[in-house]
T-cell receptor, first 115, second 112 residues
Framework: GAGVSQSPSNKVTEKGKDVELRCDPI?????LYWYRQRLGQGLEFLIY????????KSGLPSDRFSAERTGESVSTLTIQRTQQEDSAVYLC?????????????FGPGTRLTVL | SQKIEQNSEALNIQEGKTATLTCNYT??????LQWYRQDPGRGPVFLLL?????KEKRKERLKVTFDTTLKQSLFHITASQPADSATYLC???????????FGSGTRLLVRP
């Protein structure tokens, strides 16, 4: 069966440009998460969607970051006016529900490089 | 301050030996703790979950312990194989939340 997919796999952009990253979760998974992983570091929570509830945006590092989700399917993470410190791998994960005991299924990530 | 600590140095062991990885945390009271495996260029893959009222969990060659007094989890791989070489991440889940709070991971290298 299909897992979580993300596109593009790699993105190189110039400082100041906007980028849009896409995540397709596993069908039927109501919860969707975005994380950022800097080189050699753990995953940093960015945002969480659960069904039709208001998203938890508490992890977004600045107002340049935003995310949307269409129903219980695809999500896009947008970074406006990119900065060099935004360079990282952006990982998307989905799970059956938002419960604490649910394992998260991760996509392969999008590697973003800001020149 | 709140911290999750995993050994930043790689753990290098001989095939067949038991690998033991440590996850220590400070100023957290997690209800659950999860372990994930991450290979280069890929997203993490879930391995095991242990609840705060469980002391030990096993799955095939994997064993996880959770000591809420010591604020520590140990992750063991018995009869290690070169294919076990990867980075292993621990993640805490608080009782009041659904977010995973990740450690920075420990890289395991298993020599043939």
């Amino acid at each position: 069966g299909a897992g979580v997919s993300q596109s593009p796999s790699n993105k190189v952009t110039e400082k100041g440009k906007d980028v849009e990253l896409r995540c397709d979760p596993i069908s039927g998974h109501t919860a969707l998460y975005w994380y950022r992983q800097r080189l050699g570091q753990g995953l940093e929570f960015l945002i969480y969607f659960q069904g039709n509830s208001a998203p938890d945006k508490s992890g977004l590092p600045s107002d340049r970051f935003s995310a949307e989700r269409t129903g219980e399917s695809v999500s896009t993470l947008t970074i406006q006016r990119t900065q060099q410190e935004d360079s990282a791998v952006y990982l998307c994960a989905s799970s059956l529900g938002g419960g604490r005991a649910h394992e998260q299924f991760f996509g392969p990530g999008t590697r973003l490089t800001v020149l | 301050s709140q911290k999750i600590e995993q050994n930043s140095e790689a753990l290098n062991i001989q095939e067949g030996k038991t690998a033991t990885l440590t996850c220590n945390y400070t100023n957290y009271s997690p209800a659950y703790l999860q372990w994930y495996r991450q290979d280069p260029g890929r997203g993490p893959v879930f391995l095991l979950l242990i609840r705060e009222n469980e002391k030990e969990k096993r799955k095939e060659r994997l064993k996880v312990t959770f000591d809420t007094t010591l604020k520590q989890s140990l992750f063991h791989i018995t009869a290690s194989q070169p294919a076990d070489s990867a980075t292993y991440l621990c993640a805490l889940v608080m009782d009041s939340s659904y977010k995973l709070i990740f450690g920075s991971g420990t890289r395991l290298l298993v020599r043939p």
